[in-house]
């Protein structure tokens, strides 16, 4: 028998690969966390992380459990829509970095669409440096996006690590400005790629700028030059750039989920009320659904 808390504190341990960042994502200490985790492996009969003085991995064990795990919270939920017998009604404005585009996103606001159709969901997919300013703005209610660095709030959902990508094909040149394939401002991997080639005196020259994750990845596919994007979620046809390269190395990268403001105000922006209160719990069952979902929304 596996208890629904265990399996939620599982999947926020393999989510941040920290027993710490766990505790601060579900409120609860450390200690209480690895005893859930113990409790589940326990219940399951085998060790589900490998735990070193270096971090903290899942087993193969673990793996199998993300897609168990995933699947009985699902049903706990659908079971728990069923019988609070009052549908959740209102309006959710959802924001997506680019970077999900081609990840399980679509199905997990397939399975959240089935479960409360009476949310008006409305999706807009941009870059994350815009999602941030819209956010802020009161414009959207949720969003699932990079984390900021000038906006370091946000509900982690991962972290993961940026690379250089290209087409297999592809051979740079060292004696000639790296070809960039980029967003354009404020996309935040625009702007830590373009950092930290500076810092590191790389030269580079923009070949294609598209405000569409498609648009970039046509453009690498037919090996215009290479482009920064999440080692996690690396779109079919691309490939990493090999280390002899000699690239620089683009550190790491946290895609969080925030809230919009809930200041109550009503100048048609800012629902009140019970307009309010069905938008935040909208907003909260969607994150829910998020947070449960595969590690990471890979495609």
């Excluded at 193969?60 to 699947?71: C, Q």
């Excluded at 094909?169 to 394939?181: A, F, N, V």
């Excluded at 209160?277 to 994150?287: D, I, K, N, V, W």
Aim: proline letters at 7%.
């Amino acid at each position: 028998m596996f208890e629904p808390v265990h399996l939620r504190t599982f999947l926020a341990v393999a989510q941040t690969l920290s027993f710490t960042q766990a505790g601060h994502r579900l409120g609860l200490r450390q200690s209480t966390v690895s005893q859930h985790v113990r409790r589940l492996e326990d219940a399951a009969g085998r060790r589900l992380f490998s735990r070193d003085t270096h971090g903290v991995e899942l087993t193969e064990d673990g793996e199998a459990m993300l897609g168990f795990a995933r699947t009985i919270l699902e049903a706990n939920e659908r079971a728990a829509h069923w019988f609070r017998g009052t549908p959740l009604r209102g309006r959710l404005r959802f924001g997506a970095s680019e970077d999900f585009v081609l990840t399980r996103l679509p199905e997990i606001l397939e399975g959240f669409r089935r479960e409360n159709p009476e949310v008006d969901l409305e999706l807009t997919v941009e870059l994350s440096g815009t999602l941030h300013e819209r956010l802020a703005a009161g414009e959207l209610d949720l969003v699932l996006a990079k984390r900021s660095g000038d906006r370091p709030r946000g509900h982690l959902v991962w972290r993961d690590r940026l690379v250089w990508i290209g087409a297999e094909r592809l051979r740079l040149d060292p004696d000639r400005p790296l070809p960039l394939i980029a967003f354009p401002p404020p996309g935040i991997t625009r702007a830590r790629a373009l950092e930290v080639l500076e810092r590191h005196g790389r030269p580079w020259r923009i070949v294609c700028t598209s405000g569409s994750l498609n648009g970039l990845v046509a453009a690498a596919r037919a090996g215009l030059g290479v482009m920064a994007h999440a080692r996690g979620v690396i779109p079919p046809g691309l490939v990493r750039v090999p280390d002899r390269a000699g690239l620089p190395d683009l550190g790491p990268v946290e895609f969080v989920l925030l809230h919009g403001r809930r200041d109550g105000r009503r100048d048609g922006r800012h629902p009140g009320g019970s307009a309010q209160a069905a938008t935040r719990a909208a907003a909260e069952r969607l994150a829910a659904a998020i947070l449960a979902g595969p590690v990471p929304l890979t495609p």
